[in-house]
């Protein structure tokens, strides 16, 4: 599985890829239910939201993106592949 | 117990492809029946994870099967979340269901556990992302020190720098008397293979894993190791003379239908010592002070001024044929 706490982890590692380089982008998650920004107000509504984000979504095929590079990271059968090609390695 | 034959090795020029050949690729043909071995923690490795602290999210480096990743069994499940990372895909299906026979008898539901396909030399999170990390049985498969010293370095990072904790083990030369493996002991000395390989006390080395035709065809796995590896030795390239003209060992292709496989998985078996001088190299090239956690309640005297990142070496040992180093990060 790949849960959104585990992708909330990750981050770029292709050489000289040092900024801007998490958190990898889904093409398309279709869940809209937290807010942009952080509210004022923690309440239990919200760590519900949270919860069902963080733990509950599994992604099993996908991609992620690098904001900053673009580099792509394929998800298959709900493992990430972080390995990069031998010229990628910082 | 009959006891395998662990041959010495040569790194070839490219410390990668070497390992791809004699480690990843090794890992993804025997992973079913290595999984089927690897089923019990170790005591030291079980009591670590169970002193973590409710939502502690840490990292496996190098996870193999996943049998850390359901720990601790005595709190309830997903009281902490170990991410497991390998570097061989097959393990790493294993891995994702490990624990679930367990879960299954009980009433609990098994927690899926949460796998990442990479290199533990790799970087693929945010530094100081994780509250804790583990390397079990991993660091002694890079085949030279500046890559066994990366893989520390990387362990140092991922964690929190301020109370990050890390668990490593590595197998070492000294093995003990239950130990299924006879180590060469005539032909190396520390200094031959410092001065041969500029790498550092310890022996690089092949153990054999033995594949038995049943493990491979009808799928039905025997939690045991291995037949006598030097009954099939004869019909397979001498893998001594392969290891010491550094050339590779093709063993699969010339055996009977009935002969078990033999796969070579290399090793840097660890001398006494070499762990915790990896740490501190690690550390150092981190500019980490290596040290007790210092005592706040003193505001004046020596060094008092100084503010940086501190790691405490809590302890390190020998157990059952691995060394060891529990570690805690600090920061003033």
């Known amino acids: 599985m790949v849960r959104l706490i585990t992708h909330n982890l990750l981050a ?11 958190p990898l982008a889904f093409k398309d998650l279709g869940d809209t239910s937290l807010p942009a920004e952080q509210p004022d107000m923690i ?3 919200f760590l519900q939201k949270l919860h069902h984000v963080l733990l509950e979504i599994h992604v099993e095929e996908g991609s992620m993106v690098c904001p900053n590079c673009n580099h792509v990271y394929p998800i298959s059968n709900g493992i990430p592949n972080m390995l990069l090609a031998e010229h990628e390695i910082g | 117990m009959p006891k395998t034959s662990v041959t010495p090795a040569q ?3 490219n410390p990668q492809a070497h390992e791809d050949q004699h480690v990843h690729a090794v890992y993804d043909k025997i992973a079913s029946h290595f999984s089927s071995t690897r089923y019990k923690p170790w005591p030291i490795i079980a009591h670590f994870l169970s002193t973590l602290s409710t939502g502690s999210v840490g990292l496996d480096a190098g996870t193999g099967n996943g049998k850390y990743l359901p720990l601790p069994l005595d709190r309830p499940p997903g009281s902490i979340c170990t991410i497991g990372l390998d570097r061989s895909r097959n393990l790493l299906e294993i891995a994702r269901t490990a624990g679930a ?3 299954e008898a009980s009433t609990i539901k098994c927690m899926p556990r949460e796998v990442i396909w990479g290199d533990v030399i790799g970087k693929g999170w945010r530094d100081g992302a994780f509250d804790y990390a583990i390397s ?8 030279t020190h500046d890559r066994r010293k990366l893989a520390v370095k990387r362990l140092l990072q991922c964690v929190s720098p301020s109370r990050g904790r890390i668990l490593i083990y590595v197998w070492a030369i000294e093995q003990d008397e239950l130990s299924r493996r006879s180590v060469p002991t005539e032909s190396y000395t520390k200094n031959d293979s410092l001065a041969e390989s500029g790498m550092g006390p310890g022996r690089d080395v092949f153990v054999p894993w033995v594949l038995s035709r049943q493990n491979t065809n009808n799928g039905k796995l025997k939690g045991k190791l291995s037949k006598d590896p030097l009954a099939s030795r004869s019909n397979v390239t001498d893998s001594t003379q392969s290891c010491t003209n550094g050339t590779s060992i093709e063993v699969t292709l010339m055996l009977g239908p009935d002969e078990p496989q033999v796969f070579n998985r290399y090793y840097h078996m660890f001398a006494e010592g070499e762990l915790v001088e990896l740490v501190r190299s690690a550390a ?3 500019g980490i002070h290596i040290g007790p956690i210092p005592d706040q309640t003193l505001s004046s005297g020596p060094g008092m001024e100084w ?9 390190d040992g020998w157990e059952r044929s691995n060394y060891y ?3 805690r990060c600090w920061e003033k």
């Open chain 2, 284 to 286: 150092g090239d981190l």
């Open chain 2, 307 to 315: 503010k940086g990142r501190g790691l405490e070496i809590v302890q």
């Open chain 2, 325 to 327: 180093v529990e570690l």
């Open chain 1, 43 to 45: 309440d239990d509504e």
């Open chain 2, 11 to 13: 790194i070839e020029n």
């Open chain 2, 136 to 143: 079990i049985a991993t660091i002694h498969h890079l085949a």
């Open chain 1, 12 to 22: 770029c590692h292709v050489k000289n890829c040092t900024s801007n380089n998490f």
């Open chain 2, 101 to 103: 026979d367990v879960d």
